[in-house]
C-alpha cells in the first residue's frame, strides 16, 4: 500500500507557473505507475498527466500537452507536475494517484485504474 501527499497548490495569475509536488510512502515507489488528475467544480475527475513506473513512458491530456510535464525521482519517492502557461480554465483540485504495476512501460488515464490517491492540492488560475 502506498499513501500520497500532494502538495504545492496556489493560487496564481494566467501565463505563471506552478510545480505541484507528491510524495509517496512505501519501498516500492518503483513498482507504481504515478499519475495526476484534476477535478474542477461540477465537473468530473479528468486525466491530466502520467508516467510509468520506469519513467520511460509519459502521456498528456491533449489540454495541457506542450505546458505540463510530469517527471517522477525514484531516489526521492516523488512525483511532479511543472505546469507552465497556466490558464484559468487550468483551475481545478489536482490529485496524485498511484496504481501497482509489473510492466515498465505501462501507463493508465482513467481514474478507475487507480488504486490509490492523495487528497488533492487546489489551483487557482485567475485572468
Known amino acids: 500500500q502506498v499513501q500520497l501527499v500532494e502538495s504545492g497548490g496556489g493560487l496564481v495569475q494566467a501565463g505563471d507557473s506552478l510545480r505541484l509536488s507528491c510524495a509517496a510512502s512505501g519501498r516500492t515507489f518503483s513498482s507504481y505507475i504515478m499519475g495526476w488528475f484534476r477535478q474542477a467544480p461540477g465537473k468530473e475527475r479528468e486525466f491530466v498527466a502520467a508516467v510509468s513506473r520506469s519513467g520511460g513512458k509519459r502521456n498528456y491530456a491533449d489540454s495541457v500537452k506542450g505546458r505540463f510535464t510530469i517527471s517522477r525521482d525514484s531516489a526521492k519517492n516523488t512525483v511532479d507536475l511543472q505546469m507552465n502557461s497556466l490558464k484559468p480554465e487550468d483551475t481545478a483540485v489536482y490529485y496524485c494517484?498511484?496504481?501497482?504495476?509489473?510492466?515498465?512501460?505501462?501507463?493508465?488515464?482513467?481514474?478507475?485504474?487507480?488504486?490509490?490517491w492523495g487528497q488533492g492540492t487546489q489551483v487557482t488560475v485567475s485572468s
Open positions: 494517484a498511484a496504481d501497482v504495476t509489473l510492466y515498465d512501460s505501462l501507463i493508465y488515464s482513467r481514474p478507475s485504474q487507480y488504486a490509490y
